[in-house]
């Protein structure tokens, strides 16, 4: 069975810094591409940072260059996003996908990121 579990969401002010992770199971998470998405109220789905399956190539959006970076450990099945120097603008339910085509391609359930004054 898949799972992806999320955790390390929160409310934070401005500024600060979560650190977001991603618990993987079900598959062989070496195997696919893992990425990090967002959406906020009334707003579509976004990609926020992406890791290839070995780690070596990762890149992020450009709203969040310099702040965020993704990173993986595959003998552990975790993805993490660090998130620093927060803006009131990252709010938004930040989800874990693990990508290997459009036949295998699954999602978390999701975590609350809330950055306010």
């Known amino acids: 069975q898949v799972q992806l579990v999320e955790s390390g969401g929160g409310l934070v002010q401005p500024g600060g810094s979560l650190r977001l992770s991603c618990a993987a199971s079900?598959?062989?998470?070496?195997?696919?591409?893992m990425s990090w998405y967002r959406q906020a109220p009334g707003k579509e789905r976004e990609l926020v940072a992406v890791?290839?399956?070995?780690?070596?190539?990762?890149n992020v959006a450009d709203s969040v260059k310099g702040r965020f970076t993704i990173s993986r450990d595959n003998a552990r099945n975790t993805v993490t996003l660090q998130m620093n120097g927060l803006k009131v603008e990252d709010t938004a339910v930040y989800y874990c996908?693990?990508?290997?085509?459009?036949?295998?391609?699954?999602w978390g359930q999701g975590t609350q990121v809330t950055v306010s004054p």
């Open positions: 996908n693990a990508d290997r085509g459009p036949a295998a391609s699954y």
């Open positions: 890791s290839g399956s070995a780690g070596r190539w990762r």
């Open positions: 079900g598959f062989p998470f070496s195997s696919y591409v």
